[in-house]
Every structure is written in structure tokens, then in C-alpha cells.
């Protein structure tokens, strides 16, 4: 099985600030590679997929990259509807697998 | 837009079966572009994917899971379902019913919480 992991584990940042997190997949996964958010209480949202694709509607400022094994999530330019959980995916091969989550939470 | 809704019991006691129902409006369940996929969150935890089904009735699943997993497709009613059988406490969990596309999952329900508890 594939173990994915983030980091890091919570982070916290301003309104205006740039993140990067982080994603690390225990064997290469090309770019089979997707960013999902949780907000407490609601289902995750697919804010990425193919490692860099814009999922529609999400906004530019989400930014994803990498392939093989590294992968990385950027926000450009924190608003204060991005504070929330973030998970990483694998699709590369059964079982999927995802991420243990960055919370990212307001300074 | 494609909608999907869980629907099934809250609560069951140890050994006895979990069933949950995903009904999915807006959009085909027998689109050549889709599988469909169930995926569960322990409270205060970390996502795990359970299984996924075609519209064929083709299905995958997570070993994790042994073989207490069935997942079957109703396209007449528009429905994917999920069995888990034996269940226990760790299997306590919010359940959601997801659509694959390009292997990630791209539309959500909005997840029902079920317990297991004596």
C-alpha cells in the first residue's frame, strides 16, 4: 500500500500570508495526485487533481505541483475562508490512501 | 450539478450489519466517466477510502476492510449502497458517498454519522 504524508501537521499563518504543504508519497505515483478541503462539519472539496489541475470554480490562488513521489499545495495569498484542513490523495493504485491532514489555522 | 445524499441507520450495536444508501440526482450513474466510491472519517480523524463501484457492478475495495465489504449499484433507482458487515467501534465513523473522476473524488454527499455502540 501507498502511505502518504504531509506536512506539516498544522500551520498557522495571517490573512495575506503564502503556504506551502506538503505531501510525500511512499512510492512513485506520477501525478495520480489530488488537494482536498474540510471545513469542520462539511465534506472535503476537490480543489486539485492530476497534481496541478484546477478543479472549476476553485480559485486561482490555489496553486498544486510535483510528480513522483513530492507534491506540494500553495496558497497564494491566505483569505480568511481558507483556514481549514487539507488532505492529500493518492489515485495512483488501490488501496487509496490520503494524507494524515494540515490544519491551517489563523495567526 | 450532480447531488448525492447518504441515507441509512445512526446507530447499530457490535456484529450487526451497516447499511447505507447514496442516491444521486442531477447527474447518470451510468456515465462511461464516473466510478463511485465510498469513503469513511473517524471522528476527529483522517479520511480512508472503502470501495468503489462502475455502473456495471465492477467494484474494488480497501483490503483494510477484509472482506466485510459489499458494495453494490442500482441504476434503475439512481443508487450505489454499502454494506459492512460485523461492525465494532472502530468502524464508527462519518460514511460518505463520493464520485470518482481522473481517481480523485469530485462530488461529495454530505456525509452521515454512524455509531456503534452497545
Known amino acids: 500500500d501507498i502511505q502518504m504524508t504531509q506536512s506539516p501537521s498544522s500551520v498557522s499563518a495571517s490573512v495575506g500570508d503564502r503556504v506551502t504543504i506538503t505531501c510525500r508519497a511512499s512510492q512513485s505515483i506520477s501525478t495520480w495526485l489530488a488537494w482536498y478541503q474540510q471545513k469542520p462539519g462539511k465534506a472535503p472539496k476537490l480543489l486539485i487533481y492530476?497534481?496541478?489541475s484546477l478543479e472549476s470554480g476553485v480559485p486561482s490562488r490555489f496553486r498544486g505541483s510535483g510528480s513522483g513521489t513530492d507534491f506540494s499545495l500553495t496558497i497564494s495569498s491566505l483569505q480568511p475562508e481558507d483556514f481549514a484542513t487539507y488532505y492529500c490523495q493518492q489515485g495512483d493504485s488501490v488501496p487509496y490512501s490520503f494524507g494524515q491532514g494540515t490544519k491551517l489555522e489563523i495567526k | 450539478q450532480v447531488q448525492l445524499q447518504e441515507s441509512g441507520p445512526g446507530l447499530l450495536k457490535p456484529s450487526e450489519t451497516l447499511s447505507l444508501t447514496c442516491t444521486v440526482s442531477?447527474?447518470?450513474?451510468?456515465?462511461?466517466?464516473?466510478?463511485w466510491s465510498w469513503l469513511r472519517q473517524p471522528p476527529g480523524k483522517g479520511l480512508e477510502w472503502i470501495g468503489y463501484i462502475y455502473h456495471s457492478g465492477s467494484t474494488n475495495h480497501n483490503p483494510s476492510l477484509k472482506s466485510r465489504v459489499t458494495i453494490s449499484v442500482d441504476t434503475s433507482k439512481r443508487q450505489f449502497s454499502l454494506k459492512v458487515r460485523s461492525v465494532t467501534a472502530a468502524d464508527t465513523a462519518v460514511y460518505y458517498c463520493?464520485?470518482?473522476?481522473?481517481?480523485?473524488?469530485?462530488?461529495w454527499g454530505q456525509g452521515t454519522l454512524v455509531t456503534v455502540s452497545s
Open positions: 463520493a464520485r470518482v473522476r481522473s481517481w480523485s473524488f469530485d462530488s
Open positions: 442531477g447527474g447518470s450513474l451510468t456515465s462511461g466517466s464516473y466510478y
Open positions: 492530476a497534481a496541478s
